[in-house]
């Protein structure tokens, strides 16, 4: 979502008109899940994919045939008769056509961007009426409370003021069925909205008018290291969506130049590591730092505090080590056994980019579980 808010945001300052496609359900063997977008504009994609192949090349020819024209379009799409895809299955794709220059849309592509880099739970409402092929676009972002961040808030708040004789809009929290007994009530977004604090972004249609399309959070992961493995870990995750943060104790190795896709550098005391950084349920930590006294240092203080993912880098014996140390610190056994380490896929790796390839692999495998 960040890459596709960022290339919207920058052919709208060009003036260039774009459609975005998003995939608003499927069933069987479609080739990417529903809420996977791309962005096409004259020259064809220019960024994202919905899974590329038939499907991929029918929907940027039919993208293609909407620029400029403010409209929105709904397709569904049988992959084997319409597509001749023998993966079978089926997908529902929804058009949004941008006009270059729109100022509300570069708004909205602004407020996408501040949400994710700020983890601000968010949800992206594109219009999607029901039983309608062509349609004028119109998207919105709200937040957790139903306030309406940027957009097109007329759109909302006339959907809404429609829908509240049948007892207003359904609230997008996690599949709530709830409704707002006062319908609208002057309010431009869905009623008693449930914050979403979600890894992982589903797409679903509610009260037939839009497609509510859960911002993904980009996962933190933690780096606590930065040598040869720290730098190739950290270049790897972010290439793959992770949003990375490099801690070092050595101002020599926490320069953020050798780090240019970190989103952030950190240089602190790996005995204190709360000092300069506070984690949460969501973060990947991994520990890789100079020594087995720091490793075991930094894995102590991650145990107790909430997360997602640990992983530690270091042989058997370090392994074993940390194990004990860790039971005569008085943490739990569960705690210890959930931590990987060592760290990353049993690959035969050997040099820092072969690591780094494991270790991402492992954290991507990590990621897709917390999305289920």
């Known amino acids: 979502m960040r890459e596709i808010a960022e290339c919207m945001a920058a052919a709208l300052a060009d003036g260039r008109d774009v459609v975005l496609v998003t995939i608003a359900g499927g069933k069987?063997?479609?080739?990417?899940?529903?809420?996977?977008?791309?962005?096409?504009?004259?020259?064809?994609l220019a960024c994202g994919t919905i899974g590329g192949g038939a499907l991929e090349?029918?929907?940027?020819?039919?993208?293609?045939?909407?620029?400029?024209?403010?409209?929105?379009?709904f397709e569904q799409l049988d992959l084997v008769a319409d597509l001749g895809m023998a993966c079978g299955g089926s997908a529902s794709l929804l058009y949004t056509a941008v006009r270059g220059g729109d100022a509300r849309w570069a708004q909205l592509a602004a407020a996408i961007i501040r949400c994710l880099d700020e983890r601000t739970p968010a949800t992206l409402l594109?219009?999607?009426?029901?039983?309608?092929?062509?349609?004028?676009?119109?998207?919105?972002?709200?937040?957790?409370?139903?306030?309406?961040?940027?957009?097109?808030?007329?759109?909302?708040?006339?959907?809404?003021?429609?829908?509240?004789?049948?007892?207003?809009?359904?609230?997008?929290?996690?599949?709530?069925?709830?409704v707002d007994d006062d319908g609208a009530a002057g309010r431009a977004a869905v009623c008693d909205a449930t914050p979403l604090h979600s890894v992982g972004a589903a797409a679903s249609r509610f009260d037939g008018a839009w497609l509510a399309l859960p911002l993904e959070m980009p996962v933190r992961a933690v780096v606590f290291g930065g040598g040869h493995v720290g730098r190739a870990t950290v270049a790897a995750l972010a290439r793959v969506g992770f949003a990375c943060?490099?801690?070092?104790?050595?101002?020599?190795?926490?320069?953020?130049?050798?780090?240019?896709d970190a989103r952030e550098v950190l240089c602190g005391d790996f005995g204190s590591i709360a000092a300069s950084i506070s984690l949460d349920e969501r973060d990947f930590i991994l520990i890789m730092t100079p020594g087995h006294n720091s490793d075991f240092a930094v894995l102590e203080q991650v145990l107790r505090q909430p997360h997602a993912y640990v992983g530690l880098i270091g042989s058997r014996r370090k392994i074993a080590a940390a194990r004990q140390q860790m039971l005569a610190a008085g943490i739990p056994q569960a705690d210890i056994d959930a931590v990987h380490m060592p760290i990353g896929l049993a690959i035969g790796a050997e040099?820092?980019?072969?690591?780094?390839?494991?270790?991402?692999?492992?954290?991507?495998?990590?990621?897709?579980?917390?999305?289920?």
């Open 28 to 44: 069987g063997s479609a080739p990417r899940h529903a809420g996977s977008q791309m962005l096409v504009d004259a020259e064809g």
């Open 57 to 73: 090349a029918h929907a940027i020819a039919q993208a293609r045939a909407l620029l400029g024209s403010g409209h929105g379009r």
């Open 126 to 178: 594109l219009r999607c009426p029901e039983g309608q092929q062509l349609f004028e676009a119109a998207a919105a972002l709200v937040d957790g409370d139903g306030k309406v961040l940027a957009g097109d808030c007329g759109a909302v708040l006339a959907d809404a003021t429609e829908t509240a004789g049948a007892g207003g809009f359904a609230s997008l929290g996690n599949g709530s069925d709830a």
């Open 245 to 260: 943060t490099l801690f070092d104790s050595r101002p020599e190795f926490a320069c953020p130049e050798d780090f240019p």
């Open 351 to 372: 040099t820092p980019e072969e690591i780094a390839i494991s270790i991402t692999a492992e954290c991507i495998q990590a990621r897709a579980a917390l999305r289920r």
